[in-house]
């Protein structure tokens, strides 16, 4: 029997909005709203503070991403920082990371600032979203952006970047940093044909190239970091960590609160009883993995499903969960002959956890040149690229990240041996997941499924892909480091149907879902081209979870971007 649900009539609301998760949305739209003093902003968040040191260190996402261990035993911080999901798909269970701090996924990723391509947002207004062309949505970039990574291998004409912006952009403190196999890979993937560009946010962004990052003199730059950060002495913004959403508060259809409860730093209930927050617009900023367990925790979402769980449907939609999609990502991994990789016998990764203290009392209080020379300051990722897999393709389908280390299930497998890796990333999927609840408690993870090469399109491409990773470490640049091919074998590469088992069995997420409350005004989405939740009132979604189609590329700064899009068309209803 579903669970009855008693209308919540707050009579006066202590906030204009409340705002649900501190995220890489949440944080632009905490700052945005709470710009007039006269609007009162609420900004609930589950995690703790990011005050962590691991999350300022650019290589201190080899801390924060992995959880260390399958079963998490092995944790360097003292607070959980990352929830940890992870699929129950059938071939291959899929781990997700996403942050669990001020800043979310923002204050734990690889720090790559990439918006995708222009065909990306007009084809999100080809399908009737209102206003989120790339004209539109590039002047939010730039105006978000502090754009300082001009160098001899970055520039950024003021035609696409800003320079004012509260997000700082860099790229310039390189050079002293990178690692001689970044090197290689840029001039590898020449000497087979790619171009080498020295900036790909420009709406068109086929080429190989050194990544924008979202760092500034050695230190992860966050949403937390740049957007939040400054405007915390608001009077008319309260931000409440440790604070777990456990359902959204409503009189029948319009959406007036947020119930939660208190959690520790490590995520346990401090109290079971559960406190409230009324507002006049409540948003839901989660991400693409809770923001649609949050709906259908409150009502909002597949009729069906929701009584299963005991849940009273307040708006039947059968989409919430829906459209899970995300980049497939596949390793190709080169072992070296001698020990000059990052994660090697000699290396930094490999003296995790002994010499853990020692970096982390160098990195602290040093100063910005100190920093950025600094082995913390290293970025795992420093070099890329663009491609199409065939040229009848308009627009770039396949993405390579060059790592100069090796790496195993998300660095959560040891490393014995020397080497280096090209992951190549599906751009623009056909297959979809979907995502349900395991159970009415919203302490419980939901569970999901991301089908990843479930679509034989899918598969084409990104067997052309891997083909196209593997010409590049074939070339001649990398011979006199290159010991042999480790995975996948030359011969798993060169045959047709022993490659697609290997894609099927091995695609791995590269960490960008999206699209589970779908924007758009058919049938199959959730939220209107103003991220209004359809059916309800008062409530809205904004975060990667409102993808309509793929984005191009990694996901954090278009997330940015819709957020800042998105607070203007709330300022001016």
């Known amino acids: 029997m579903a669970m009855r649900r008693t209308a919540i009539r707050l009579c006066s609301p202590t906030y204009d909005y409340v705002i649900v998760g501190a995220g890489s949305a949440g944080c632009v739209l905490a700052e945005e709203l709470s710009r007039d003093e006269n609007v009162k902003v609420c900004l609930l968040e589950a995690g703790p503070t990011d005050t962590s040191e691991f999350i300022r260190m650019p290589l201190g996402v080899g801390v924060l991403l992995p959880t260390w261990g399958k079963e998490g035993k092995w944790r360097l911080t003292q607070e959980k920082l990352n929830w940890g999901f992870e699929s129950t798909d059938n071939l291959k269970k899929i781990f997700q990371p996403r942050g669990r701090c001020l800043g979310g996924s923002s204050s734990i990723n690889a720090m790559l600032y990439v918006r995708g391509n222009k065909k990306d947002y007009n084809t999100w207004e080809a399908l009737g979203n209102r206003g989120w062309g790339w004209e539109e949505c590039l002047e939010v970039f730039k105006s978000q952006e502090k754009f300082n990574a001009e160098s001899d291998y970055v520039s950024g004409s003021p035609d696409f970047h800003g320079s004012s912006g509260k997000l700082n952009v860099s790229g310039k403190n390189m050079h002293d940093n990178f690692h001689e196999l970044n090197n290689k890979f840029i001039e590898a993937s020449k000497e087979v044909g790619h171009t080498f560009v020295k900036d790909y946010n420009t709406g068109d962004n086929t080429g190989v190239f050194w990544y924008q990052k979202s760092s500034h003199e050695g230190e992860r730059w966050s949403s937390s970091k740049a957007f939040l950060a400054p405007s915390m002495n608001r009077k008319n913004l309260t931000v409440m960590t440790g604070c777990q959403t456990t359902r959204l508060l409503s009189d029948g259809t319009?959406?007036?609160?947020?119930?939660?409860?208190?959690?520790?730093?490590?995520?346990?209930?401090?109290?079971?009883?559960?406190?409230?927050?009324?507002?006049?617009?409540?948003?839901?900023?989660?991400?693409?993995?809770?923001?649609?367990?949050?709906?259908?925790?409150?009502?909002?979402?597949?009729?069906?499903h929701l009584q299963d769980m005991g849940i009273e449907c307040v708006v039947d939609n059968p989409n919430v969960g829906e459209n899970l999609i995300d980049h497939a990502d596949v390793g190709m991994t080169d072992l070296m002959k001698s020990n000059t990789g990052v994660a090697d016998g000699t290396g930094l990764l490999s003296r995790l956890p002994g010499n853990i203290m020692q970096y982390y009392q160098t990195y602290r209080g040093a100063d910005a040149a100190t920093r950025v020379k600094s082995h913390w300051a290293h970025f795992p990722v420093e070099v890329g690229g663009f491609a199409r897999s065939s040229?009848?393709?308009?627009?770039?389908?396949?993405?390579?990240?060059?790592?100069?280390?090796?790496?195993?299930?998300?660095?959560?497998?040891?490393?014995?041996?020397?080497?280096?890796?090209?992951?190549?990333?599906?751009?623009?999927?056909?297959?979809?997941g979907s995502l349900k609840l395991k159970s009415k408690d919203p302490l419980a993870y939901p569970t999901f499924t991301m089908n990843f090469m479930n679509d034989e399109q899918d598969i084409e491409v990104m067997s052309k892909g891997i083909k196209m990773a593997s010409d590049i470490m074939d070339a001649s640049v990398f011979d006199d480091v290159r010991l042999r091919r480790d995975f996948p074998s030359k011969e798993v590469v060169a045959d047709k149907d022993l490659l697609r088992t290997y894609l099927k069995e091995k695609s791995d997420t590269i960490y960008h879902p999206a699209g589970t409350c779908k924007m758009g005004s058919d049938d199959t989405a959730v939220v209107n081209d103003r991220l209004q939740v359809h059916g309800a009132n008062n409530l809205y979604v904004i975060d990667a979870s409102i993808y309509p189609s793929m984005i191009g590329g990694n996901t954090n700064a278009p997330t940015m971007m819709l957020a800042g899009r998105a607070a203007k068309f709330l300022q001016s209803v």
Do not use: W
């Open 391 to 432: 040229p009848d393709q308009d627009v770039p389908d396949i993405q390579f990240h060059f790592l100069p280390l090796k790496a195993l299930d998300h660095g959560r497998e040891p490393v014995k041996d020397i080497g280096y890796q090209l992951k190549t990333c599906l751009l623009y999927p056909n297959s979809r």
């Open 254 to 304: 319009t959406f007036n609160g947020v119930e939660y409860i208190k959690v520790s730093g490590k995520g346990k209930p401090i109290s079971r009883s559960t406190e409230k927050v009324s507002a006049g617009r409540v948003i839901v900023s989660g991400g693409a993995i809770q923001s649609p367990q949050i709906l259908m925790l409150s009502g909002v979402g597949p009729k069906g």
